[in-house]
């Protein structure tokens, strides 16, 4: 792994960061407890509480007593409730069919238009409320023993969470749901959910002369047939939304030079750590995206570098790196004071909007539905992430600069039919990508000292698609 400062950009020589803080610790060794535990502990023991009580009043009425003792219970059941909530088991809840619940009463009303509040607070505020109990217990029973009235105020309290208020509404049983009729789904009774083609329709715009994709991908656990098409076709409407423009006049102290070296460091980085293809992809578009909001110092650009990856990483890996990670690779030229400030400044700079559509996912799309083989994907790849580094072409739509690596990918390896599949999916003619296609050739014929995404792509694993020669250069390219 690469341990290094980007001399060629940042002259951060301080260990102790941007700010000349020390690094933040953590405290470690406290376990996560439940707090209602120890309270519970306290509580529960109902003999100590009379005991005090009686120790304390010797003389008093014996009636003190259990009403403290009362309240004491009214307290224990709010907090044994609420542990109860979150330790049980749900032991056969697919058997419930009768209308009238499992215990043969009527079907449970739920309360509609109540915030999302504590539970505990709705409880308190009818078993706690232990005057109004008394007085209408009083007023019912004025002749009788007054432990009478204690004892109903128990049961009340052991049964306060069944009251009702003004609005409720009947929660259908699963009997009463399969009672509907075929028209809540849309009149079609042939639907069967254990068979995916039975509920799958073609998008209603394509061709009949068109390859149906997602359609063979029905009986593919590791596909999504169904809505694929709407998930690429909010991608495209969202890539008009959020388009990147160019930044570097706004940016004083950067240049395209620093950019490319800093986006070849960041390829080196996810090899090492094997990140996603995505995860790369996603914070190369945060990067632009902020420098076009916020002007930076060079000192910064690679703390913004490896902040992007950190930031991608949480959105796209299972398990991301770890902080200390980022700062080891920067040859701790940052702390962890300065990634976690900077990570907050991204954040709040993009509105913490971090679904940018990326060309990776559009190009995986494109291939797969042209059933492409792995190693003119693999060499289409090569293109795109090529792409990365030039900063000229970041203003382009990711879904057309996917759909011109591909076609130059096709084109170098001797292939030169875009076919009608190809153009419905990527929505793209073939005159309409060709420039661009030239564009990104130019960049494979360019030689660069950036020299990470040749090796990557040179190991057999890739099947070393830089063996294939970029196109020659044409004088009439631009009229291509």
Known sequence: MSKRVLTNISNVNNNNGLNGNKAVKRTLGLSHTNPLQKKNK??????????????????????????????????VTCFSSAEMMSKRVLTNI?????????????????????????????????????????????ACHKKTDPTLSIERKVKAISIGSKTKTEEEVDIKTESEVSELSDDSFDGN??????????????????PSTVVDYDKSQLQN?????????????HYTERELKCKTKKYMESQPELNKAMRTVLIDWMVEIQE?????????????????????????????????????????????????????????????AYTRRDVILMEMKILRA????????????????????????????TLARFVLEMSLLEYEIIEEADSRVAAAALLLALRMMGEHNWTETLEYYTGYKESE???????????????????????????SIFFSVTKYAPLPRIKHQNSS
């Open 350 to 377: 993009l509105e913490f909007d971090l679904c940018f559509p990326i060309s990776y996912r559009f190009l995986r799309r494109f291939a797969r539905t042209a059933k492409q083989s792995m190693e003119t994907l």
């Open 94 to 138: 697919s058997n419930v069919n009768n209308n009238n619940g499992l215990n043969g009463n009527k079907a449970v009303k739920r309360t509609l238009g109540l915030s999302h509040t504590n539970p505990l607070q709705k409880k308190n505020k009818v078993l706690l409320n232990d005057e109004n109990v008394v007085e209408e217990d009083t």
């Open 272 to 332: 090492s750590f094997e990140l996603n293809h995505e995860t790369l992809y996603l914070a190369v578009k945060l990067i632009d995206q902020y420098l076009m909001r916020e002007p930076i110092s060079k000192a910064q650009f690679q703390l913004i570098g490896a902040t992007t990856l950190l930031i991608a990483a949480k959105f796209d890996e299972r398990i991301p790196p770890a902080i200390e990670d980022f700062i080891y690779i920067c040859d701790d």
């Open 189 to 206: 009774d042939t639907i069967d959910f254990a068979d995916p083609t039975t509920y799958y329709s073609a998008p209603k715009d394509m």
């Open 433 to 459: 990508l060709t420039i661009l296609m030239y564009r990104l050739n130019e960049i494979l014929l360019t030689q660069t000292k950036a020299k990470t995404i040749r090796n990557k792509y040179s190991h």
């Open 221 to 233: 656990i590791d596909s999504e047939p169904h809505y694929a098409s709407d998930i690429f076709r």
């Open 42 to 75: 306290v509580l529960l023991n109902d003999e100590n509480v009379v005991e005090e009580d009686t120790a304390c009043h010797k003389k008093t009425d014996p009636t003190l007593s259990i009403e403290r003792k009362v309240k004491a219970i009214s307290i």
